[in-house]
């Protein structure tokens, strides 16, 4: 049972590139979120999914987008990106209501 | 809306030492509260979870959290600290009608020997 699967683990992007970091789960789990985790700010949600074909914005939403075309998958888009954006990005899903959130390894992404 | 507040940014203690992590929360409904652990390089696991019921919640490798509805707390326990439990601890909120859950801030808890 592999859980919550985030490629790459590590990222080195030029300010303005573009790119897509991915996310499946196989536990058929409906819910789905993206964080940042930044030094002293916590763990900070940019987008999360309540299930297939339904996506609303979190806390920092800016610069990202998602889609939830499948229950398994849930890809995080860069659109530009910015120094701003380094971090360390986790993938989390979870049953609905009273469900315990299964995370990722993380992706470390450094945008230079 | 939803938020947590975890007021310790860090937290000592001496190995067999009880521990505290603190944790207050603000929902418009009823809650569910979750602790989870991370550990250096690693992706959270989860601790312990309040659902319903028992204000006093037992989870993995020994750790509990009392919740407190007045106070609006639920804040994590361990009668005998181990070196191994030194990690980042999160406290996540999620109300009972809402897709997402809220985390704290996190805290360092340091076991010494």
């Known amino acids: 049972n592999a859980g919550v699967t985030q490629t790459p683990k590590f990222q080195v992007l030029k300010t303005g590139q573009s790119m897509t970091l991915q996310c499946a789960q196989d536990m058929n789990h409906e819910y789905m979120s993206w964080y940042r985790q930044d030094p002293g700010m916590g763990l900070r949600l940019i987008h999360y999914?309540?299930?297939?074909?339904?996506?609303d914005q979190g806390e920092v939403p800016n610069g990202y987008n998602v889609s939830r075309s499948t229950t398994e998958d849930f890809p995080l888009r860069l659109l530009s990106a910015a120094p701003s954006q380094t971090s360390v990005y986790f993938c989390?899903?979870?049953?609905?209501?009273?469900?315990?959130?299964?995370f990722g390894q993380g992706t470390r992404l450094t945008v230079v | 809306a939803q938020s947590v507040a975890q007021p310790e940014d860090q937290v000592n203690v001496a190995e067999g030492n009880p521990l505290t992590v603190k944790c207050t929360y603000s929902v418009s409904g009823n809650p569910y509260l979750f602790w989870y652990v991370q550990y250096p390089n690693r992706g959270l696991q989860f601790l312990l979870k309040y659902i319903t019921g028992d204000n006093l919640v037992k989870g993995s490798y020994g750790f509990e959290a009392e919740f407190n509805k007045s106070q609006t707390s639920f804040h994590l326990k361990k009668p005998s600290a181990l070196v191994s439990d030194s990690a980042l601890y999160f406290c996540a909120v999620r109300d009972t009608n809402a897709g997402k859950s809220t985390f704290g801030d996190g805290t360092t808890l340091t076991v010494k020997p």
């Open positions: 989390a899903s979870s049953y609905p209501g009273s469900g315990e959130a299964f």
């Open positions: 999914s309540v299930g297939a074909g339904i996506t």
